[in-house]
């Protein structure tokens, strides 16, 4: 299994201990919010460090403003020998049509981190869909990675998306069909911000599972960085595939749309 840095590939192995199935799960569900003060049994928890070693890893569950959140973090910056990229994967669930989302930095610390959400994980080939809030580049985007093979060029980026990095946000990231749409809301997940949506015209991922990570964003030299974000409400649902994927996305003509409050980004392969 591998995790994803956009400059780095990092190659891992979950311990001989999972495999995905085939079998499509159409109605399946799970919410992760951290409430009880207990990490989900279903999870997984790894970290991967500058040497390409991956662990597991045990996860802090931290109060803050009377509510629970998840801290994905490590102390050391990876050259000193912390992790490059933490990450929490359900790999219970396979899902093909799915919404991922989660609020990113609930603790609203000052974070400089890039966060993935993943769809669509295999966890045997390393193939998934991504959609990436990077804090520090202010930047969005939207990639497939292949047998873990990062790409240069992202399907779809935006820049300068103003990303506050003591403000909690709202991410939500929709996979149906071949149609990837990443959508940025504020904290309480109902003013969208930003939206970008691609359609992936070459070999389209299966089902496979979700997750979320934080990684060391590109912005920062090799390992010069300590991982270390909080997040909270993480959850998958199966969304059923409409008639029309393309109206229900918002998916027009190819191009960049911008209204007032939010900025579309629209693009096909």
């Given at each position: 299994?591998?995790?994803?840095?956009?400059?780095?590939?990092?190659?891992?192995?979950?311990?001989?201990?999972?495999?995905?199935?085939?079998?499509?799960?159409?109605?399946?569900?799970?919410?992760?919010?951290?409430?009880?003060?207990?990490?989900?049994?279903?999870?997984?928890?790894?970290?991967?460090?500058?040497?390409?070693?991956?662990?597991?890893?045990?996860?802090?569950?931290?109060?803050?403003?009377?509510?629970?959140?998840?801290?994905?973090?490590?102390?050391?910056?990876?050259?000193?020998?912390?992790?490059?990229?933490?990450?929490?994967?359900?790999?219970?669930?396979?899902?093909?049509?799915?919404?991922?989302?989660?609020?990113?930095?609930?603790?609203?610390?000052?974070?400089?981190?890039?966060?993935?959400?993943?769809?669509?994980?295999?966890?045997?080939?390393?193939d998934t869909y991504v959609f990436g809030i990077d804090y520090?580049?202010?930047?969005?985007?939207?990639?497939?990675?292949?047998?873990?093979?990062?790409?240069?060029?992202?399907?779809?980026?935006?820049?300068?998306?103003?990303?506050?990095?003591?403000?909690?946000?709202?991410?939500?990231?929709?996979?149906?069909?071949?149609?990837?749409?990443?959508?940025?809301?504020?904290?309480?997940?109902?003013?969208?911000?930003?939206?970008?949506?691609?359609?992936?015209?070459?070999?389209?991922?299966?089902?496979?599972?979700?997750?979320?990570?934080?990684?060391?964003?590109?912005?920062?030299?090799?390992?010069?960085?300590?991982?270390?974000?909080?997040?909270?409400?993480?959850?998958?649902?199966?969304?059923?595939?409409?008639?029309?994927?393309?109206?229900?996305?918002?998916?027009?003509?190819?191009?960049?749309?911008?209204?007032?409050?939010?900025?579309?980004?629209?693009?096909?392969?």
């Amino acid at each position: 299994m591998q995790f994803l840095s956009r400059s780095l590939i990092v190659t891992s192995t979950v311990l001989g201990v999972l495999s995905t199935t085939n079998n499509v799960v159409n109605a399946s569900n799970f919410f992760f919010d951290f409430e009880d003060g207990m990490l989900p049994e279903e999870a997984l928890f790894l970290q991967q460090d500058s040497d390409d070693e991956t662990i597991s890893f045990e996860p802090t569950i931290e109060t803050f403003n009377g509510n629970n959140v998840l801290r994905l973090s490590d102390d050391l910056p990876s050259s000193e020998g912390g992790a490059s990229i933490s990450s929490l994967v359900n790999p219970t669930v396979i899902i093909e049509d799915v919404t991922v989302s989660a609020l990113l930095n609930p603790a609203e610390e000052d974070t400089n981190d890039r966060i993935l959400l993943f769809a669509r994980l295999n966890l045997e080939t390393s193939d998934t869909y991504v959609f990436g809030i990077d804090y520090e580049t202010d930047e969005l985007f939207l990639s497939k990675v292949v047998a873990g093979v990062v790409p240069e060029i992202s399907f779809i980026d935006i820049f300068n998306v103003s990303l506050d990095p003591n403000e909690a946000f709202f991410a939500e990231f929709t996979v149906i069909g071949n149609e990837l749409t990443g959508r940025l809301f504020d904290e309480t997940g109902t003013n969208e911000l930003y939206e970008l949506s691609f359609v992936d015209n070459g070999d389209v991922l299966p089902a496979g599972a979700t997750g979320i990570a934080v990684d060391i964003s590109d912005g920062f030299p090799a390992g010069d960085d300590v991982n270390n974000t909080t997040i909270d409400n993480f959850s998958a649902t199966a969304v059923p595939e409409p008639s029309s994927v393309l109206s229900l996305l918002l998916l027009g003509a190819l191009g960049t749309k911008i209204s007032q409050g939010t900025k579309k980004v629209d693009r096909s392969q």
